[in-house]
């Protein structure tokens, strides 16, 4: 199987919180993947009528990932905790705002790779004006599921990925590379 159709698969499978373990010649690599250098990515305005979300052209990037896990005295089913910092830009003349449609926390080694969906608060950009830019503070929420497997990667480099969409549908999509620290 091609590195190419590898990444494919990945997704398809990580996007689901499953482990995901890699065949022979796999390297694991993260990395590579479709996001353009800067992490940017913009989302134009909208082509047709209707509707009342703002369709300025705005981006995202993300600042800096302040995300650990709380594995001491007993880990619960959601370890993780902390913020992720996200700049916003709108590069076009009119307002605009991007909704959260997901965030996830990916590690890999050689072998294999984990995904925790993680849940952030507010799940918006707020209304960006034309022109300008804004830092906002996503903070980590509690979310079913459980993640405490996480506190088995304490000290392990992940990549922290946020997809956004756009009033228009588009999606515009972030990563930052991060290690995991843990309270143990």
Known sequence: MSRGTWAVWLLLTAG?????????????????????????????????????????????????????????????????????????????????????ERAEVLFASQVEAWVFPIALSPTSSGVIAGGTSAQLEHTKVATDGDSSFVCSLCGLPGTVSITWRAGNGTQVTDQLELTLLCAL
Request: glycine share 26%; charged share 15%.
């Open 16 to 100: 689901c919180g499953a482990n995901v373990v890699f065949g022979e010649g796999g390297d694991g690599a993260a990395g590579g993947g479709g996001a353009a250098d800067d992490g940017s990515f913009g989302a134009g305005p909208s082509s047709g009528g209707g509707g009342d979300a703002p369709t300025g052209i705005v981006t995202a990037e993300i600042v800096e990932a302040k995300l650990g896990a709380d594995c001491m005295p007993e880990v619960g089913p959601d370890p993780i905790q902390g913020s992720v910092l996200v700049s916003y830009t709108n590069l076009g003349s009119t307002a605009g705002a991007l909704e959260l």
